[in-house]
């Protein structure tokens, strides 16, 4: 019981992290390397930011009159406007969907080893 369940549980912790590390790159705001709480997706160059930090460029800009460059890295879009952001609803829904995912898999692999070993 105790060989097999450990061999189990290392698999699944390393395919775990390379997923959440895949996963959460996508999730990571350019601006506040934080993970997305509102997503808003640029029309123009499809990248992604957390909405109150491109939405407080955007205003700090628009004060020196300059336009905005795209926050992401290696992005060539230099003039975001506020009418180009839309609500990310798929990207939230996939935030929110890990969150719980994470929390349930220390949930399941917790049962798991309890169902195997009494
Ligand atoms: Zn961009």
Redo the contacts with the bound molecule.
């Keep these: 019981c105790r060989q097999s369940d450990n061999d189990n549980e290392t698999i699944e912790q390393i395919d775990e992290d390379i997923a959440v590390t895949q996963s959460q790159m996508n999730f990571i705001c350019p601006i506040t390397q934080m993970e997305m709480k509102k997503p808003v997706r640029?029309k123009v160059?499809?990248?992604t930011y957390e909405e109150d930090a491109i939405l407080k460029i955007i205003q700090n800009r628009k004060q020196q009159k300059k336009k905005v460059r795209?926050p992401?890295i290696g992005?060539s879009?230099v003039d975001v406007k506020e009418s180009d952001l839309v609500p990310d609803e798929a990207l939230k829904r996939a935030i929110d969907s890990q969150n719980k995912q994470r929390w349930s898999t220390l949930d399941k692999s917790d049962a798991a080893t309890k169902e195997i070993c009494y």
Excluded: D, E, Q, V
């Design positions: 640029n160059c499809g990248h795209c992401k992005c879009h």
